[in-house]
């Protein structure tokens, strides 16, 4: 059947039968391979992508049931240049796999940090980000650049 997506500000009708999942029709109908799928059962964050603004894990969500915009890592490429960074500077992936998953996450927990106080920022950021897992790097330096981010949001990239 076809079904109507809004993908990064774009309509799109797709193909999506049953339980086809979002993260397929993202990768192999729009070419938005951005998109990683690793365990493909909702375990291990690799593919997550903004619904509605929300982190959701697109291997688990039946495309036809999706009625809230999308977007993908490719979206947030701009908003998400300091974020990555950091990630660059501080060694924050090695892989790379886990990588979009992670950059999507974390503009998420920016976004809620944004309002939050500095008390608890790194034990907040790391259980937020907990569930994207990391086979590479031990999640210090993720951690690490995201709460510099939180706190030195207009820093220009590529500092200390
Ligand atoms: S690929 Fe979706 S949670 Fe692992
Ligand atoms: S950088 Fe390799 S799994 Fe995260």
Same mark, same amino acid.
């Given at each position: 059947?076809?079904?109507?997506?809004?993908?990064?500000? &774009?309509?799109?009708? +797709?193909?999506?039968? *049953?339980?086809? $999942?979002?993260? !397929?029709?993202?990768?192999?109908?729009?070419?938005?391979?951005?998109?990683? +799928?690793?365990?493909?059962?909702?375990?291990?964050?690799?593919?997550?992508?903004?619904?509605?603004?929300? $982190?959701?894990?697109?291997?688990?969500?039946?495309?036809?049931?999706?009625? /809230?915009? +999308?977007?993908? +890592?490719?979206?947030?490429?701009? /908003?998400?240049?300091?974020?990555?960074?950091?990630?660059?500077?501080? @060694?924050?992936?090695?892989?790379?796999?886990?990588? $979009?998953?992670?950059?999507?996450?974390?503009?998420?927990?920016?976004?809620?940090?944004?309002?939050?106080?500095?008390? *608890? !920022?790194?034990?907040?950021?790391?259980?937020?980000?907990? *569930?994207?897992?990391?086979?590479?790097?031990?999640?210090? &330096? #993720?951690?690490?650049? #995201?709460?510099?981010? &939180? /706190?030195? $949001?207009? /820093?220009?990239? @590529?500092?200390?």
């Amino acid at each position: 059947m076809t079904h109507r997506l809004e993908v990064n500000g &774009a309509p799109f009708d +797709v193909r999506a039968s *049953g339980l086809e $999942p979002l993260s !397929r029709v993202l990768r192999e109908q729009l070419g938005l391979t951005g998109t990683k +799928v690793a365990c493909g059962r909702g375990e291990c964050g690799a593919c997550t992508v903004l619904v509605g603004g929300r $982190p959701r894990l697109s291997c688990t969500v039946p495309a036809v049931l999706v009625r /809230e915009p +999308v977007r993908t +890592v490719e979206d947030l490429a701009d /908003e998400t240049a300091q974020l990555r960074a950091e990630f660059a500077d501080r @060694g924050a992936f090695q892989c790379g796999f886990c990588t $979009p998953g992670q950059v999507v996450t974390a503009w998420a927990v920016l976004r809620d940090e944004a309002d939050r106080p500095a008390d *608890g !920022r790194r034990e907040r950021v790391a259980h937020a980000m907990s *569930g994207v897992l990391c086979r590479c790097t031990g999640y210090q &330096a #993720i951690t690490a650049a #995201i709460c510099h981010v &939180a /706190e030195t $949001p207009d /820093e220009p990239t @590529g500092s200390p």
